[in-house]
T-cell receptor, first 112, second 111 residues
Framework: NAGVTQTPKFQVLKTGQSMTLQCAQDMNHNSMYWYRQDPGMGLRLIYYSASEGTTDKGEVPNGYNVSRLNKREFSLRLESAAPSQTSVYFC???????????FGDGTRLSIL | GENVEQHPSTLSVQEGDSAVIKCTYSDSASNYFPWYKQELGKRPQLIIDIRSNVGEKKDQRIAVTLNKTAKHFSLHITETQPEDSAVYFCAASRSTQKLVFGQGTRLTINP
């Protein structure tokens, strides 16, 4: 039982490049989330999907797009990467919105 | 919307002593309060959670207390050990709403 799997684990981009971060969960969860974590800061919600077919903006959505491909998969896309998007990105899932969230191992993204 | 404040931002205790981290929340309708532990370079992991119909919950050396009237909840770690060193996050939410996280507390256990 893998839980929440994120790919890639590390990535370096140049400013202006695009990239999609992948997330998949095998727990049959309805809700999925994307967070970013910057040094010394907490978890800031970028986008979430309360259920398959729905997505909503979180606290810091600018510069990102998401796709809930199916119940298992929730991807995060950076259309034109900027140095301010250098961060660690965590995907999480939960059975429903008001349930414990389970996190993936994170993607460490550097934008030069 | 919900706002969660967490204190202190850093906490240093001697091994064997107790540690207490406190959070306050703004939405009186919030009814779910989890705590996460994040070791350096690792994922946040749920360590304990409490719902608003319960005032206290314990799991071995970890306990969480909730005061709904004052809108605050606390994490208590007793008999601290070096492996307790990590960043701890509190969070709050109400039914059908997403979790809102506190800013985190860096706990250091000194041998």
């Amino acid at each position: 039982n893998a839980g929440v799997t994120q790919t890639p684990k590390f990535q370096v981009l140049k400013t202006g490049q695009s990239m999609t971060l992948q997330c998949a969960q095998d727990m049959n969860h309805n809700s999925m989330y994307w967070y970013r974590q910057d040094p010394g800061m907490g978890l800031r919600l970028i986008y979430y999907s309360a259920s398959e077919g729905t997505t909503d903006k979180g606290e810091v959505p600018n510069g990102y797009n998401v796709s809930r491909l199916n119940k298992r998969e929730f991807s995060l896309r950076l259309e034109s990467a900027a140095p301010s998007q250098t961060s660690v990105y965590f995907c999480a899932s939960s059975a429903n919105s008001n349930q414990p969230q389970h996190f993936g191992d994170g993607t460490r993204l550097s934008i030069l | 919307g919900e706002n969660v404040e967490q204190h202190p931002s850093t906490l240093s205790v001697q091994e064997g002593d107790s540690a207490v981290i406190k959070c306050t929340y703004s939405d009186s309708a919030s009814n779910y309060f989890p705590w996460y532990k994040q070791e350096l370079g690792k994922r946040p992991q749920l360590i304990i959670d409490i719902r608003s119909n319960v005032g206290e919950k314990k799991d071995q050396r970890i306990a969480v207390t909730l005061n709904k009237t004052a809108k605050h909840f606390s994490l208590h770690i007793t008999e601290t050990q070096p492996e307790d060193s990590a960043v701890y996050f509190c969070a709050a939410s109400r039914s059908t709403q997403k979790l809102v996280f506190g800013q985190g507390t860096r706990l250091t256990i000194n041998p």
